[in-house]
C-alpha cells in the first residue's frame, strides 16, 4: 500500500494490505485538516518505508506537545513516529487503497453538529488508552 502528499514529494510504502483506521473528531483535529475528522492509522516500523522525501518535512509543535508534520512543499499532513514507540502515525487521505475500514471513533463529545457519521460501534466520548487503539487498529499485527 502506498502514500504521498499532494505533490508527491514525500511518499512511504506500508508493507500491509488493508488497514484499519480512526477518526478524530476533536477540536483540534478538525482545526488541522479543515474537515469534520481526521483519518489516521498507527502502523508497526517495520510495516512503514520512507520511498522519498523525509528532507522536505517540516515539523510544528503546539505548547501542549501536539506536533503535525506536513510537507514543506504543498502543505500536506504526513507521516511520523507515534509518540516515542515503534509504530508510525499514518493520516489515511494519502493512501492510493481502497482496503481501508473504520473501526473507532473518538472524541465524540466533540464532534461537529453538521457532521454525519457511523458512530455506532467503538465510539469513545475522549480518547482511549493507546493500548485501547492500537488494539482496536490491529497495530500489533
Known sequence: MKGACLCGCVSFQLAISDLKIYQCHCEQCRKQTGT???????????????????????????????????????????????????????????????NIDVVINIFSCEKAAWSKVDDSENTYKTKPSVETLLTLLGADV
Do not use: M
Not at 517495520?46 to 518535512?57: H, R
Not at 501536539?66 to 489515511?92: E, I
Open 36 to 98: 469534520a475528522s481526521s483519518c489516521g492509522s498507527v502502523i508497526k516500523e517495520q510495516n512503514f518505508k520512507w520511498l522519498s522525501g523525509q528532507d522536505n518535512i517540516s515539523r510544528w509543535q503546539k505548547q501542549s506537545g501536539f506536533t503535525s508534520h506536513f510537507c514543506s512543499t504543498c502543505g500536506s499532513s504526513v507521516a511520523n513516529k507515534f509518540r516515542g514507540r515503534p509504530y508510525y502515525w499514518v493520516p489515511v487521505g494519502l493512501l492510493e487503497s481502497d
